[in-house]
């Protein structure tokens, strides 16, 4: 089975700090995809990545940005964290050309 | 813009009955269409997809129907059991092969003992 590992399933920092979210994938995907979900918004893409060092920006990239220097693991950085980037943070990974998406279980991010 | 669309925000159904979750989409480019279902604290696992060549998949107790002309499908779910509930997200994008995904707000599904 696929396995999608975020490093931390809840986190909570002050307004300010730079956060890193931390995402690996064990199935040498090539495609890895960082998303929110908020309530009555859903998934919003924020920075997705086809290849290593690749990386394009979603629908909601202002205030974060990315790194993938190896294929397994993609890392979301918060630059200077706000309040209104606190929500669940999922990763997912894919092969390309195929159908699915796989998610990993998610960070719930608390910035106070 | 929200290209894809979940009205309904959420849905009780009693046990043994049929949970109809629809989904609409803007986009008519998108012609590859899936269905993720997320426990809380989990991530979403896939359900059930259709590409736009059918009108209908079915799986088990999971059926998808689509209608491109009117840009809409639906997930059934027959019968309708207690462990069914969750959040559904549907999902487009545009052939089986696109590898950028839109989701749409998600319908949280309880099904009543």
């Known amino acids: 089975d696929v396995k999608v590992t975020q490093s931390s399933r809840y986190l909570v920092k002050r307004t300010g700090e730079k956060v890193f979210l931390e995402c690996v994938q064990d199935m040498d995907h090539e495609n890895m995809f960082w998303y929110r979900q908020d309530p009555g918004l859903g998934l919003r893409l924020i920075y997705f990545?086809?290849?290593?060092?690749?990386?394009e920006k979603g629908d909601i990239p202002e205030g974060y940005s990315v790194s993938r220097e190896k294929k397994e693991r993609f890392s979301l950085i918060l630059e200077s964290a706000s309040t209104n980037q606190t929500s669940m943070y999922l990763c997912?990974?894919?092969?390309?050309?195929?159908?699915?998406?796989?998610f990993g279980s998610g960070t719930q991010l608390s910035v106070l | 813009d929200q290209q894809v669309k979940q009205n309904s925000p959420s849905l009780s159904v009693q046990e043994g009955r049929i949970s109809i979750l629809n989904c609409d989409y803007t986009?008519?480019?998108?012609?590859?269409f899936l269905w993720y279902k997320k426990y809380p604290a989990e991530g979403p696992t896939f359900l059930i997809s259709?590409?736009?060549?059918?009108d209908k998949n079915e799986d088990g107790r999971f059926t998808v129907f689509l209608n491109k002309s009117a840009k809409h499908l639906s997930l059934h779910i027959v019968p309708s059991q207690p462990g069914d509930s969750a959040v559904y997200f549907c999902a487009a994008k545009r052939g089986w092969t696109g590898n950028q995904f839109y989701f749409g707000t998600g319908t949280s599904l309880t099904v009543i003992p």
């Open positions: 259709i590409s736009s060549i059918k």
């Open positions: 990545s086809y290849d290593v060092k690749m990386k």
């Open positions: 986009n008519s480019m998108f012609d590859y």
């Open positions: 997912a990974s894919s092969i390309s050309g195929h159908e699915k998406l796989f």
